[in-house]
């Protein structure tokens, strides 16, 4: 009987770890869908996707745009974003146009800021602390936040309030995007791309 009864406490301690780990260790994934317009006609599309595992929260955007100004324009933007809490772990931005590299920027924080590597060869150091960067603009509204970290130039952009849920980012070149939303997501954003502008419109999967 003592045998049966020790069987049966570790079969429920067993499960009981069991269930405690599952929640622990639960992940929650989240992912947005965007129209790329020009002039009224969709010219592509971007997909961004937040995944929160415990501390850790990654974010992932990969967006294609394939147009004709001229001549064919063919941009492909990958992103790979993580925070540990509230603050970036690491960054990776690659960056495409017409199939040739544009920019590739990785980001990774050190004891005494954050090392930036752009296109594997220029080395530079942000040594404040990084808490928002532009990947969460598709996912947080940026209330109460007066700047966010560009993953793709390794410096800071400055974010405007202009009432009624809507922002500006001022990039270091003064380009300018403007950003609207509803219930805290980004619904709408027009966006000075440098090659064109084009709005970003939120979309059902």
């Known amino acids: 009987m003592n045998q049966i009864k020790t069987m049966v406490l570790l079969l429920l301690c067993l499960t009981i770890n069991n269930t405690i ?11 947005l869908y965007f129209d790329i317009v020009y002039n009224n006609k969709t010219i592509g599309s971007l997909k961004a996707t937040k995944t929160s595992n415990d501390s850790l929260t990654y974010y992932q955007s ?32 690659d960056i495409t146009i017409n199939d040739k590299p544009h920019a590739k920027t990785f980001t990774k924080k050190s004891e005494t800021g954050y090392q930036v590597l752009k296109n594997e060869k220029d080395k530079e150091t942000v040594k404040d602390p990084i808490y928002y960067a532009t990947v969460l603009l598709y996912f947080t509204e940026p209330k109460h936040v007066d700047r966010c970290y560009s993953e793709q130039t390794g410096n800071f952009n400055t974010i405007i309030a202009l009432g009624n849920h809507a922002y500006k980012k001022v990039n270091s070149k003064e380009r300018e995007n403007n950003y609207y939303y509803k219930n805290g997501l980004l619904k709408r954003a027009s966006i000075d791309g440098g090659l064109i502008k084009f709005d970003i419109i939120a979309r059902n999967k």
Request: charge should be neutral; glycine fraction near 2%.
């Open 21 to 31: 780990a599952s929640q622990t260790n639960s992940t929650s994934e989240e992912t």
């Open 62 to 93: 990969s967006t294609i745009i394939e147009t004709r100004i001229i001549k064919k324009i063919n941009v492909n933007h990958e992103y790979n974003v993580t925070f540990n809490g509230n603050m970036l772990k690491t960054s990776n931005v």
